[in-house]
């Protein structure tokens, strides 16, 4: 600091002497922004890990793709069709996967069906009607297993489509 005043000092006595911008000296100011620019790209970096990624699984205009979220593991996916087709469509590629469906419960503001798989590993499958025929489904498979989380939802496709 005392290094700083004193430099202030010299460059106000010398005429014609130009003062290093904002008062810094310019070494410091390198400093700062090699700290700046480490920080962008640590918070850039951040951002790329826990960002959503794309699924896309050939939906042919029945749903959109796939939101695969690393974080929390879930899939999430909106399909073209109502909350009781997709309840069947939902059920039936559950068992033609061979999962065991331990619970199911469905009103007209959603529907839940958990299953579990021969490892022992739960299945969540979530339905939320966003309109009269659109169904927004989140798939969880255990602590986020994105392969069969993909494979439920392209089941569940195959489904809705007959």
């Given at each position: 600091?005392?290094?700083w005043v004193?430099?202030?000092?010299?460059?106000?006595?010398?005429?014609?002497?130009?003062?290093?911008?904002?008062?810094?000296?310019?070494?410091e100011?390198?400093?700062?922004?090699?700290?700046?620019?480490?920080?962008?790209?640590l918070?850039?970096?951040?951002?790329?890990?826990?960002?959503?990624?794309?699924?896309?699984?050939?939906?042919?205009?029945l749903?959109t793709?796939?939101?695969?979220?690393?974080?929390?593991?879930?899939?999430?996916?909106e399909?073209?069709a109502?909350?009781?087709?997709m309840?069947?469509?939902?059920?039936?590629?559950?068992?033609?996967?061979?999962?065991?469906v331990?619970?199911?419960?469905?009103?007209?503001?959603?529907?839940?069906v958990v299953a579990?798989?021969?490892?022992?590993t739960?299945?969540v499958?979530?339905?939320?009607?966003?309109g009269?025929?659109?169904?927004?489904?989140?798939?969880e498979v255990?602590?986020?297993?994105?392969?069969?989380?993909?494979?439920?939802?392209?089941?569940?496709?195959?489904?809705v489509?007959r």
């Amino acid at each position: 600091m005392l290094r700083w005043v004193r430099e202030r000092i010299r460059n106000q006595q010398v005429v014609g002497r130009r003062e290093p911008r904002m008062g810094r000296p310019q070494e410091e100011e390198r400093e700062m922004r090699e700290r700046l620019l480490k920080r962008t790209v640590l918070i850039l970096m951040m951002g790329a890990v826990t960002a959503c990624s794309t699924v896309y699984s050939g939906t042919s205009g029945l749903s959109t793709p796939a939101q695969y979220n690393p974080a929390s593991g879930n899939l999430t996916q909106e399909f073209s069709a109502s909350l009781d087709a997709m309840w069947g469509a939902t059920i039936a590629a559950l068992e033609a996967l061979e999962l065991t469906v331990v619970r199911r419960a469905k009103d007209q503001l959603g529907g839940r069906v958990v299953a579990r798989r021969a490892d022992g590993t739960d299945v969540v499958v979530t339905l939320r009607p966003i309109g009269l025929s659109l169904t927004s489904v989140l798939i969880e498979v255990g602590r986020g297993d994105k392969q069969a989380s993909i494979r439920i939802s392209q089941e569940l496709e195959r489904r809705v489509k007959r």
